[in-house]
């Protein structure tokens, strides 16, 4: 099944901790973003990628670090600078900048 | 800067009522504009895609126009079920603006009851 999948569905931070997201597809797409979602707020852009190495940051990237080593995968850091991490974080992925863009489940990040 | 607006927030209807939903930017120099579902706990399923270039796109029962110059799209449903309970979102691409950096509505929950 071609797809894009996030893991874990659930993750806890602690205080000080970095925690990682991932995020893979197999759609064969060049493009790939992460998302951010708060509780009656639209959803903003963290990171973007448009080909393997390379990547820019979006409207919030203030915390978060990304990597862009393989095609399929684009794994999101949330680091300790991040102060409100609590958040429902999305991955997605297009052909290239332009056309549809397909949405993974989803990761729910909470703070113990 | 570019804003898009959902209204309504909410919405509530019996089944089988046709209803429309919409979405309005403030900048209408975009590329393409977007219509997504999200289920609650759930990722974003694209509905339909309109170019800047297009009036309409059509899928099944969902209808979504898009008028640039004014600023506005709507998303038409028809014979609404309760299987169409969910968030529609709205978004938009800039022209010139960072690649792939859709723009967002806060959407507007609608809920079809049985």
């Known amino acids: 099944d071609g797809g894009i999948t996030q893991s874990p569905k659930y993750l806890f931070r602690k205080e000080g901790q970095n925690v990682t997201l991932s995020c893979e597809q197999n759609l064969n797409h060049d493009a790939m973003y992460w998302y951010r979602q708060d509780p009656g707020q639209g959803l903003r852009l963290i990171y973007y990628s448009q080909i393997v190495n390379d990547f820019q940051k979006g409207d919030i990237a203030e915390g978060y670090s990304v990597s862009r080593e393989k095609k399929e995968s684009f794994p999101l850091t949330v680091t300790s600078a991040q102060k409100n991490p609590t958040a429902f974080y999305l991955c997605?992925?297009?052909?290239?900048?332009?056309?549809?863009?397909?949405f993974g489940p989803g990761t729910r990040l909470l703070v113990l | 800067k570019q804003e898009v607006t959902q209204i309504p927030a909410a919405l509530s209807v019996p089944e089988g009522e046709n209803l429309v939903l919409n979405c309005s930017f403030t900048d209408s120099a975009i590329y393409n504009l977007q219509w997504f579902r999200q289920d609650p706990g759930k990722g974003l399923t694209s509905l339909l895609l309109?170019?800047?270039?297009?009036r309409e796109q059509t899928s099944g029962r969902l209808n979504a126009s898009l008028d640039k110059s004014s600023g506005r799209s709507t998303l038409y449903i028809a014979a609404s079920q309760p299987g169409d309970s969910a968030t529609y979102l709205c978004a938009v691409i800039n022209y010139g603006g960072s690649q792939g950096n859709l723009i967002f509505g806060k959407g507007t929950k609608l809920s079809v009851k049985p």
């Open positions: 997605a992925s297009s052909i290239d900048g332009q056309e549809t863009q397909y």
């Open positions: 309109i170019q800047s270039s297009q």
